[in-house]
């Protein structure tokens, strides 16, 4: 008996398994080069995401999206989009803006679609195509390297080009984590270098357009020692509160010199520690663990933690400016936290 066709009018998943010379995405000249059927292409184990690309049907990964934070599924989406569109990706064009920062794990919002960002150089035309937004780009503003096997911008012109398009703490924590240099705690060694220079940032800040007015502003707020996003937009909260400014990535020790552990954000002439819980925290045993000990031990050393919470941060502020205010001014600090 004849196989039928499915709902959506793909044949059922056949038992032929395509050639093992093609990978997860592939073209139709590639597949058709390895003497695969037009109908074959058409069965239910491929998606057809853009004319003439194919990527081999993955229902683990899907659901895997599926159970993901919405943010994060969203930039697994655009990854998977952009590998998609490399198959067909017009010579000379790019990823750009907020496609490209997800190539390189940089921190941005999400946007409210799933279309990926393509640029060129001018003159060249802007790639027209469903679900893609085509940009043409002035090519002393940015610059172009390779990621993963995909043409994209640099990190230092990743955010050139969305700073128009971000609020300032979210352009301020994309700039950081460009300028980011991780280092290993209780050692003045760093791990990777950074995606990017303050130079770099500079050169480019002058040459934006649009945008060179907030990028002006944002790049002297910019540091290279910030963890995450909320942290970034922490430090921003505790300069508007009118709080002294946070010393970063900070060894607190005992009096024997022994590491006690690293804040991301402290004032170590008030004992005072900012403690940022994201839900690795709160879910991963050891990592749980590690901060109580942490806790136990900054405080028998008569320092005091504020835990800080997303929920705190962005939707109880003045609940956790009270409680930074008030750690402070045990440590000592005159001040007052403005309205």
Not at 84 to 91: C, D, G, N, R, S
Not at 321 to 334: C, E, N, P, Q, V
């Amino acid at each position: 008996m004849p196989q039928q066709p499915d709902q959506a009018g793909s044949m059922p998943y056949p038992r032929t398994p395509l050639p093992q010379q093609l990978g997860e995405v592939f073209t139709t000249e590639q597949a058709q080069a390895l003497g695969v059927s037009r109908g074959r292409l058409r069965c239910a184990d491929l998606e057809h995401p853009f004319i003439g690309v194919y990527r081999r049907r993955n229902p683990a990964e899907h659901a895997r999206i599926n159970d993901l934070p919405p943010r994060q599924a969203w930039a697994l989406r655009q990854r998977l989009k952009a590998e998609e569109f490399a198959a067909i990706m017009p010579a000379g064009s790019f990823f750009t803006g907020r496609t490209a920062a997800v190539l390189w794990n940089l921190p941005i919002p999400p946007a409210r679609s799933d279309d990926i960002e393509v640029g060129v150089l001018a003159p060249a035309r802007a790639v027209r195509r469903a679900t893609v937004r085509g940009s043409q780009i002035r090519q002393h503003l940015v610059q172009t390297t390779m990621r993963f096997g995909l043409p994209t911008l640099t990190p230092a012109s990743i955010w050139v080009v969305l700073a128009h398009r971000l609020a300032l703490p979210d352009r301020v924590a994309l700039g950081d984590a460009v300028l980011r240099h991780t280092r290993i705690p209780g050692t003045d060694r760093h791990e990777d270098p950074p995606l990017g220079t303050r130079q770099e940032l500079a050169k480019l800040t002058e040459l934006a357009r649009p945008g060179a007015t907030l990028l002006r502003c944002a790049l002297p707020l910019l540091v290279t020692a910030s963890a995450s996003p909320p942290e970034s937009h922490l430090r921003l909260l505790l300069n508007e509160w009118g709080f002294p400014e946070p010393k970063l990535d900070v060894d607190v020790r005992g009096p024997d010199g022994r590491l006690l552990g690293c804040s991301e954000l402290a004032y170590p002439e008030f004992r005072v520690a900012l403690e940022y819980e994201g839900d690795h925290h709160r879910v991963l045993v050891d990592q749980w663990n590690r901060d109580i000990q942490k806790y136990h031990d900054y405080a028998a050393n008569g320092w005091s933690v504020v835990r800080v919470t997303a929920t705190l941060q962005y939707q109880q502020p003045l609940v956790l400016r009270g409680r930074i205010h008030d750690a402070l001014r045990r440590g000592g600090w005159g001040g007052e936290a403005g309205a």
